[in-house]
């Protein structure tokens, strides 16, 4: 299936909640599939994919009504992982993004989306991982 980069992010926080009945019956199906042992294989692609399809804010092929910020979010998760427009096992990119991760980069990569704050998405990706506070002096 295809998928773009910031959805890899978005199918781990997700908890139930989104932008349409359509939506969400669509992203609990791909969801219950990807969080599955079975191992499934992506295609990553900077544009359009199998969440967007069933979206109110898919406005056509690669046109999402927010566009400019989606492709952000894109271009950070792919600058971040240094990945590449190809197929993937969704599983195994999953767990190296939980390695990598860190707090700052997750804010990062989300900064400006509205399910951030109220989805799982730093429980589930970032597990206990707390944001680095600078250094006091003593
Ligand atoms: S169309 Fe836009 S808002 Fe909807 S799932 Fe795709 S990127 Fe997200």
């Known amino acids: 299936m295809?998928?773009?980069?910031?959805?890899?992010?978005?199918?781990?926080g997700y908890s139930g909640k989104g932008y349409s009945d359509k939506f969400v019956e669509n992203m609990n199906r791909v969801t219950e599939k990807l969080r599955g042992s079975e191992p499934v294989m992506v295609h990553l692609t900077c544009s359009t994919d199998v969440l967007c399809a069933d979206c109110p804010n898919m406005l056509g092929t690669d046109l999402c009504s927010t566009n400019e910020k989606v492709k952000r979010y894109d271009w950070k998760v792919m600058k971040y992982f240094q990945l590449e427009e190809k197929d993937y096992?969704?599983?195994?990119l999953v767990e190296r993004i939980r390695e990598e991760m860190t707090p700052e980069m997750l804010a990062d990569i989300c900064?400006?989306?509205?399910?951030?704050?109220?989805?799982?998405?730093?429980?589930?990706i970032l597990g206990k991982k707390k944001r680095r506070t600078p250094q006091q002096p003593d």
């Open 2 to 12: 295809d998928l773009r980069p910031h959805h890899l992010l978005c199918t781990q």
């Open 89 to 92: 096992i969704y599983q195994e």
């Open 111 to 124: 900064d400006g989306c509205s399910w951030y704050p109220v989805s799982a998405c730093r429980e589930k």
